[in-house]
């Protein structure tokens, strides 16, 4: 029973965190469409992704403390983070339940996090966004009018490299 048990555990892992799919281009779904999202933050204060409209591009990092590539992804994005420091603004959205917020903070204040992490216990939200309505790492690259113009799910480490050629193409324009 319980090799059962730890198989169907195993199966579960895999199966939520997806190996990398990087999209460059937009589905008709999204297109033309501005991206909005409101949430509360670890911190407390209710952030608008819509606030950074008409600024700067917004790079936002769907995750959970229980997915590992989430965990390398985002520490990946800390890392590259101040290269960009003014130019895009990086945002996580851990998918976590209430039950494991504790977990959240603990590792932000543990990688020393220093973008903006917002939290959807009740995944009543980002249900809506994400494939699946719980795959990830899944990620979003909005421009500076709020638009989708890239989506990758799943991380493979060398990801933050594409990202970073995405983001400079992105601040060209």
């Known amino acids: 029973m319980t090799k059962v048990i730890f198989s169907i555990l195993i199966m579960v892992i895999i199966t939520s965190c997806t190996p990398s799919v990087v999209s460059n281009s937009v589905s008709n779904e999204n297109h033309g469409k501005i991206f909005s999202l409101t949430l509360d933050s670890i911190e407390g204060d209710t952030i608008s992704v819509s606030s950074f409209k008409g600024n700067i ?28 420091q003014g130019k895009i603004q990086f945002i996580g959205v851990a998918i976590d339940t209430e039950e494991s917020l504790g977990k959240v903070r603990e590792f932000v204040a543990e990688n020393s996090i220093t973008f903006p992490i917002l939290i959807d216990p009740s995944n009543n939200t980002v249900s809506q966004i994400l494939p699946g309505g719980d795959t990830v790492p899944y990620g979003l690259l909005l ?16 990801d933050e490299k594409k990202l970073e050629s995405l983001f400079e193409k992105l601040l060209e324009n």
């Open 57 to 84: 591009p917004v790079f936002i990092s769907f995750w959970a403390t229980w997915c590992d590539p989430c965990k390398i992804e985002l520490i990946k994005l800390n890392e590259i983070k101040e290269k960009y």
């Open 143 to 158: 421009d500076k009018n709020g638009n989708v113009v890239h989506k990758q799910s799943g991380y493979e480490p060398g």
